[in-house]
């Protein structure tokens, strides 16, 4: 069994900065690629930020480019860092990782945590 544990949301002020994390519970799988993805109420889930499994690429969504940093470890840890943060920014935040199992690629999901950016 997998899962995906996230951590370091919260409440903060427009402005403010907050960092996420989330590990894997298992590391004896490969894990691919892993991102961050949010939802606010009364809309669809979107794309926040992702990385490749090296490390060395990194693909934001616009709303997002150069507030927030997407990172990982050699192991089994991203973490996202959101600087000026925005009311608009409120939504709760899942982490995502594609995770090999048995030599196929499957996607897990964290249960998500709220980050709320009050004005």
């Known amino acids: 069994q997998v899962q995906l544990v996230e951590s370091g949301g919260g409440l903060v002020q427009a402005g403010g900065s907050l960092r996420l994390s989330c590990v894997v519970s298992r590391r004896d799988f490969s894990i691919g690629e892993m991102g961050w993805y949010r939802q606010a109420p009364g809309k669809q889930r979107e794309l926040v930020a992702t990385i490749s499994p090296e490390g060395r690429r990194t693909r934001y969504a616009d709303s997002v480019k150069g507030r927030f940093t997407i990172s990982r470890d050699a192991s089994n840890t991203v973490s996202l860092q959101m600087d000026s943060l925005k009311s608009e920014d409120t939504a709760v935040y899942y982490c995502?990782?594609?995770?090999?199992?048995?030599?196929?690629?499957?996607?897990?999901w964290g249960q998500g945590t709220q980050v709320t950016v009050s004005s």
């Open positions: 995502n990782a594609e995770i090999f199992v048995s030599g196929s690629p499957r996607d897990y």
